[in-house]
């Protein structure tokens, strides 16, 4: 069974451009979450997917970002525009059941803004 | 004070070493909570759930304590292959049950 995927691993972009990360989660999962882990600090929570629903967006940090998931299957994180802060490693998990259950983690995106 | 606190390490261990992680969490509501582990840019990957009865699996022993809000992993006999990050995890279960919040995490290396 393939895993969470991301793409792209890698993007490096300079401030004020636009950026868009996708995920892919596990076939059948429900479930999909958005993290992320600047540089020094521990790995927050940004949003919850239910399907195509937006469950919870409260670690969502500004209007700036923005979070899809059109047909509840993959899900895209845009970034507009890019600010220095916003470098860090994007990670995206799915799980199939919330009630408890292990999140399933993506390799992640490294997103470098200069 | 952050809601998931973990012991700061580096933890430097040499191998066939017994090494104990220690993990407190500040919402009382909280209700499943884990320990995943993370290799060097790599993506997290869960080690153990925790339960209140304790749970060993192998060499690790997870054990949580919710009147002290304390979580705690023991890695017995340490292996080279057990240098990584360890996190400690604490969900909301099922009111708010899609945020997860992270520790900071603590780094293991294990030596020759």
């Known amino acids: 069974e393939a895993g969470v995927t991301q793409f792209p691993s890698h993007s490096v972009i300079e401030k004020g451009q636009t950026v868009t990360l996708r995920c892919d989660p596990i076939?059948?999962?429900?479930?999909l979450y958005w993290y992320r882990r600047v540089m020094g600090k521990e790995i927050k929570f940004l949003l919850h997917f239910v399907k195509e629903s937006k469950q919870d967006e409260s670690g969502m940090p500004n209007n700036r970002f923005l979070a899809e998931r059109t047909g509840g299957t993959y899900s895209t994180l845009k970034v507009q525009p890019a600010e220095l802060e916003d470098s860090g490693v994007y990670f995206c998990?799915?799980?199939?059941?919330?009630?408890?259950?292990?999140?399933?983690f993506g390799p992640g995106t490294r997103l470098t803004v200069t | 004070r952050k809601e998931v606190e973990q012991d700061p390490g580096p933890f430097n261990v040499p191998e066939g070493a017994t090494v104990a992680f220690n993990c407190t969490y500040s919402n009382s509501a909280s209700q499943s909570f884990f320990w995943y582990r993370q290799d060097c840019r790599k993506e997290p990957k869960l080690l153990m759930s925790v339960y209140s009865s304790g749970n060993e699996d192998g060499r690790f022993t997870a054990q949580l304590n919710r009147a002290s809000q304390y979580i705690s992993l023991l890695i017995r006999d340490s292996k080279l292959s057990d240098s990584a990050t360890y996190l400690c995890v604490v969900n909301m279960g099922f009111t708010n049950a899609g945020k997860s919040t992270f520790g900071d995490g603590t780094t293991l290396t294990v030596k020759p």
């Open positions: 998990a799915s799980s199939q059941d919330i009630r408890l259950e292990e999140q399933y």
């Open positions: 076939s059948g999962h429900d479930n």
